[in-house]
């Protein structure tokens, strides 16, 4: 299940998030391989939370999760 591999994915990055005193929740998978997720503590308020996103979390979940397109911020 896409949703299933997404979720192991993002397991892998949450502890390096959290290390910077922030977390990720996973709000949805679409079956278009959009995934929307929440940044929340420190990441949600971060100036560089956008660049978080796209450089980090959605970088490695492409590499992943093939079937992974975008990840946006929900």
Do not use: H
């Not at 591999?5 to 959009?34: F, M, N, T």
């Not at 979390?57 to 397109?69: D, G, H, Q, R």
Request: proline share 4%.
């Amino acid at each position: 299940m896409l949703n299933e591999r997404v979720k192991a994915a993002i397991q892998d990055v949450r502890p390096s998030l959290q290390a910077d005193g922030g977390d990720i929740e996973l709000v949805s998978v679409s079956d278009d391989g959009i995934v929307k997720v929440r940044l929340t503590g420190a990441c949600g308020s971060c100036p560089y939370s956008l660049m978080t996103l796209k450089q980090g979390v959605e970088a490695y979940l492409k590499k992943i999760v093939p079937e992974v397109k975008e990840v946006q911020q929900a």
